[in-house]
């Protein structure tokens, strides 16, 4: 079968110091680590003085790439942003600085993916304009996509600017990947990685939540293409407690003009959920049509045996897995049918 993975990051081998060109002390860098003849380069992705996430070079290097997707029997390869790198905290300047340069650099990675490689673009999602126009930028240059952060500060999917950029996106027919970041309870969360394992998966909820209830589907396009990672957090399994509340308490309903479950075939999950039961739940709930491959490479917390919790599917036939493994991604993201 034909494995394309929706959902897989990068971090270019190097990048400026943003800390001199623009001053402040939580950029991120990276330190690169001296070799212990492990069999790869390693480093440490630093946020000013800080140790954020111990990385290894199949974030930069293309061939290792290749090398572990012909392993796991992978034919293609979306890359995009960490959310460290999408800076929508700063400066409007500085923020389109970091866009353009690691939208850039992805592109430079996938030119020596052997035509297997792709790219989605970040965009600095705090002045809407701006994002816009570099959406429209990075399509052009050769990017398939666009990844964006669930959130901007306090501004959920359904702010009003957040919008505006889907209809745009709507409008050109650019796909768009919703990843969470910046994660909500980050004291509460700190040990043991709660923060990724308990705080990732609320905000990916979240941000579907507050586009129905929102109204945000309401407001943009059908024609928008936009998908949630990470399986939709805690929605499938909380969608009846969404539904219920909605039928019978009317604030619950916000701006929404039908129930939650109304709405289930305008959006995208990735497969990144590492349970057959799990899996089997977003089948059930979203359909064969909407679930797309990810694995959160190069990651640990990704699919370890890439394409394995599809492919050993006991309630998948072979068709319905080759539509989550490819078919849905290529229509998707209108990628090449053959390698």
């Known amino acids: 079968m034909k494995v394309i993975d929706i959902h897989s990051h990068f971090f270019p081998k190097t990048w400026p110091n943003l800390q001199e060109k623009f001053g402040g002390d ?6 690169h680590l001296p070799s212990k003849g492990e069999g790869f380069d390693k ?11 111990p990385i290894y070079s199949a974030c930069w290097d293309a061939d290792v790439r290749l090398q572990q997707m012909n392993e796991h029997g992978l034919e293609q390869q979306i890359i995009s942003a960490t959310p460290i790198l999408f800076a929508y905290e700063k400066p409007i300047e500085q923020a389109l600085y ?10 430079e990675i996938c030119q020596q993916g052997k035509g297997r490689l792709f790219a989605m673009a970040q965009v600095p999602l705090q002045d809407i304009d701006v994002a816009c126009k570099e959406a429209s930028r990075a399509m052009n240059t050769g990017h398939v996509g666009i990844q964006i952060g669930n959130h901007v500060g306090e501004k959920n999917m359904d702010d009003e600017g957040v919008l505006t950029f889907l209809q745009h996106c709507a409008g050109e027919g650019i796909p768009v ?3 969470p970041w ?32 929102g109204g945000g589907f309401d407001q943009v396009s059908e024609t928008l293409k936009i998908c949630f990672a990470h399986g939709g957090g805690a929605f499938a399994f909380l969608l009846g407690r969404l539904e219920n509340a909605w039928h019978f308490r009317d604030i619950a309903r916000g701006k929404s003009q039908f129930p939650p479950s109304h709405y289930l075939d305008r959006f995208y999950l990735d497969t990144a959920v590492f349970d057959h039961d799990a899996l089997d739940l977003l089948v059930k709930k979203m359909t064969t049509n909407k679930l797309m491959f990810g694995t959160d490479y190069p990651f640990p917390l990704g699919e370890q045996k890439m394409g394995q919790l599809i492919k050993t599917s006991a309630t998948l036939s ?7 493994l490819a078919t849905n991604a290529e229509q998707f993201f209108n990628l090449p049918i053959s390698v």
């Open 26 to 31: 939580d950029w991120p860098w990276l330190k």
């Open 43 to 53: 480093a440490m992705l630093m946020k000013g003085n800080k140790e954020f996430r």
């Open 98 to 107: 970091c866009a353009q340069f690691f939208n850039d650099a992805a592109l």
């Open 177 to 179: 990947f919703v990843h």
């Open 182 to 213: 910046d994660m909500m309870a980050s004291e509460r969360t700190k040990n043991y990685m709660m923060g990724w394992t308990v705080g990732m998966p609320a905000e990916t909820q979240l941000s579907i939540v507050s586009m129905i209830l």
């Open 318 to 324: 072979p068709p319905e897995q080759q539509q989550l």
